[in-house]
């Protein structure tokens, strides 16, 4: 079935944003996004109001919109209620799953291992194939619960996850060129989440069946996360691009 004009532009407009082609709180001018698209201000105005209900685009009060700004505060926000949600449909599955969910999580934990545990300064492709996999195996542990609804939300707080991921990454590739010890020191600690060791764990914790072990397992990789990125921003310098966007406060960057 074939997308309308309209799910077209969102896609690519979305896509856009994901990937950073539109970078977080760039204005978002229709002329130019008119002519950028080849499309007419009617639908992008529709576009540019499903973004900001999806929280990608924010509108300022007789400035227009713009492309969400990234916070550190939103970030780890983010991350907490992701594992909520994920911790949850983690539990459920572990306690429900089949001999076919068993086969997933096992063949995406193999994928996962043999990817090692890149360091974010490594080729960005390398690092590209290990997020996929990664996304996969988190994915296939999750995968036999069956509330559609938390499904729906964990996915939409991966999406937007996914944007800081890869500014930092990107960034700390940038800094490896100006600062780069402390570039090392940041990357390193922002990869502590990476080790294959805490997703071997979760694969543990699934393969025996083990709910309780699974509810601990998942709270463990989540403080993980949520540390790496607190010793991130602790390592980063204050000058840096990576510093000034995500040390922002959210009265700053408040439409």
């Not at 063949?107 to 974010?120: D, I, K, N, Y």
């Not at 990454?169 to 800094?175: K, V």
């Not at 600690?189 to 309780?212: E, G, N, Q």
């Not at 990789?221 to 607190?230: K, N």
Request: charged share 20%; net charge negative.
């Amino acid at each position: 079935m074939s997308q309308s004009k309209s799910d077209q532009l969102y896609a690519r407009m979305l896509g856009d944003i994901l990937s950073l082609a539109l970078a977080p709180d760039t204005p978002l001018r229709l002329p130019a996004l008119s002519e950028r698209y080849a499309i007419g201000l009617t639908p992008l105005r529709e576009c540019l109001n499903r973004l900001s209900a999806e929280k990608y685009v924010v509108v300022a009060h007789n400035k227009g919109f713009r492309v969400a700004p990234l916070t550190l505060d939103d970030l780890l926000d983010l991350e907490r209620s992701r594992n909520d949600i994920e911790g949850s449909l983690f539990a459920e599955a572990v306690g429900q799953g089949g001999d076919a969910w068993e086969v997933s999580v096992i063949g995406t934990f193999h994928h996962l291992e043999a990817a090692g545990s890149p360091s974010v300064l490594q080729d960005a492709k390398e690092v590209a194939v290990w997020t996929q996999r990664h996304a996969a195996f988190h994915a296939a542990l999750i995968s036999a619960a069956s509330s559609a609804w938390m499904h729906r939300f964990q996915a939409q707080l991966s999406q937007q996850l996914s944007r800081y991921q890869l500014f930092i990454q990107t960034s700390l590739r940038d800094m490896a060129q100006t600062h780069p010890d402390k570039a090392k020191a940041a990357a390193a600690a922002f990869s502590a989440a990476m080790d294959l060791a805490p997703h071997r764990a979760l694969f543990d914790a699934a393969m025996a069946r083990d709910v309780a072990a699974a509810k601990d397992e998942l709270a463990t990789h989540a403080r993980l996360s949520l540390q790496a990125f607190t010793d991130l921003m602790d390592l980063i310098p204050d000058e840096t691009p990576l510093a000034a966007t995500l040390r922002q406060s959210p009265q700053e960057v408040r439409p």
